[in-house]
């Protein structure tokens, strides 16, 4: 490596974030980062790591995408059958995190995780571009495959299967929400005094205070 990474500095900017100016709700928050976020990150600004634990406790950590969000909570597709899905059957908890750099900002998000119903599952998958309800059946994802041409060849005998067809949704491939219990802003801000400001669910009710950063 040519460039000594333990050099490298960034000054982050940022409005002030103060309690005072922070809603009751940070689903209300989330929302209006969310909503900014897209516009200053382009088609990145819903890319989220989720990170899951599996049965002996170890963590595991991945990009997936934000399909939705509302006051239940926040909404990703995937394999049942996958990694993420298999570790969320044994430990259905998550964490997510944001990363939004053009705005120096970051959200922190952990909770309980459920499978969404089956009809929130089939109405976002008629919403998907064909090639993607097709890789939906190709991909038998996480499991090991012999090459790139096994998904291939696979993908062409799904297509000639559903020629002239509506693509069904694979009863292994649907939506998780994560029902958040804590949510936590951060805006950067210079020389590493970072604005933090964390919500936690108490008894149904969502509590807010500040954090050292």
């Not at 038998?140 to 949704?169: D, K, N």
Request: glycine fraction near 8%; charge should be negative.
């Amino acid at each position: 490596m040519t460039r000594k990474i333990a050099d490298i500095r960034r000054d982050y900017e940022g409005g002030q974030l103060e309690e005072s100016s922070t809603p009751d709700s940070p689903m209300t928050m989330f929302d209006e980062w969310l909503t900014l976020a897209l516009d200053t990150e382009g088609d990145d600004g819903n890319a989220m790591t989720l990170a899951t634990a599996d049965s002996q406790g170890r963590p595991h950590a991945r990009i997936v995408l934000l399909k939705g969000v509302d006051d239940q909570g926040l909404t990703f597709y995937t394999n049942y059958h996958s990694h993420k899905g298999s570790e969320l059957t044994n430990v259905p908890h998550a964490a997510l995190v944001f990363w939004w750099p053009s705005l120096s900002r970051q959200v922190r998000v952990e909770g309980r995780v459920e499978q969404v119903p089956p009809k929130e599952s089939d109405d976002y998958f008629a919403t998907r571009p064909r090639g993607s309800q097709l890789g939906a059946w190709v991909a038998t994802q996480s499991v090991v495959i012999p090459g790139r041409t096994w998904l291939e060849e696979r993908e062409q005998r799904f297509e000639r299967a559903y020629e002239g067809q509506t693509i069904p949704r694979p009863i292994h491939w649907g939506g998780y929400r994560v029902i958040p219990d804590m949510i936590e802003f951060w805006q950067g801000q210079p020389s590493r005094l970072h604005d933090r400001i964390r919500y936690e669910r108490r008894d149904g009710n969502w509590h807010r205070f500040r954090l050292a950063p």
